[in-house]
Antibody, heavy 120, light 107 residues
């Protein structure tokens, strides 16, 4: 069955760039009508949608992060990636990748999440 | 942005109880409202989409209702595995936004 797995550094220094990759296995990232998303959750807090991408490269970002976020897709490796620049301690969170389904645009499949800590 | 407000923020209940969680949106969503369950250290899991459609594999004791700005998630008879945090999420318009969560605890 389709699975998502986040990977990347667990520790990033302030002012540097956070980079994560989500690998999709058991199916194709190029499936029509599905978008792929990044969502984050600071420790002990709620969920925040960061942005979404279609396999064609079309993207939607949360305006609150748009100036610092880039989401890209690599269909040949069945992966999509997140880059968040100029990070601060406020960006410390568990970062999830997820599939965004076209029926009611729900997040119907999630990765396990990866904790990224911003600290010097 | 569309603001999502859940109530209550926390709730204590017993096994077998019927529980209702409410989610209110700052503007009409028609039925673009989804519910998730999250257990500690785990990713959220989709329970209900389009306000009232049960996701495949989710027990029938979970149900959702509502439209417009007011929605509810009901658990008809609480089971031990249902004690978790529940989130609503609007998908009517980007940026997609979530409620602050309802922590369902064992009484």
């Amino acid at each position: 069955q389709l699975q998502l797995q986040e990977s990347g550094p667990g520790l990033v220094k302030p002012s540097e760039t956070l980079s994560l990759t989500c690998t999709v296995s058991g199916g194709s990232i190029s499936t029509s009508n599905y978008y792929w998303a990044w969502i984050r959750q600071p420790p002990g807090k709620g969920l925040e949608w960061i942005g979404s991408i279609y396999y064609s490269g079309s993207t939607y970002y949360n305006p609150s992060l748009k100036s610092r976020v880039t989401i890209s897709v690599d269909t040949s490796n069945n992966q999509f990636s997140l880059k968040l620049t100029s990070v601060t301690a406020a960006d410390t969170a568990v970062y999830y990748c997820a599939r965004l389904g076209p029926t009611s645009w729900n997040f119907d499949l999630w990765g396990r999440g990866t904790l990224v800590t911003v600290s010097s | 942005d569309i603001q999502m407000t859940q109530s209550p923020s926390s709730l204590s209940a017993s096994v077998g109880d019927k529980v209702t969680i409410t989610c209110r949106a700052s503007q009409s969503l028609t039925n673009y409202l989804n519910w998730y369950q999250q257990k500690p250290g785990k990713a959220p899991n989709l329970l209900i989409y389009a306000a009232s459609t049960l996701q495949s594999g989710v027990p029938s004791r979970f149900s959702g209702s509502g439209s417009g700005t007011d929605f509810t998630l009901t658990i008809s008879s609480l089971q031990p595995e249902d004690f978790a945090t529940y989130y609503c999420q609007q998908s009517y318009r980007t940026p997609y936004t979530f409620g602050q969560g309802t922590n369902l605890e064992i009484k």
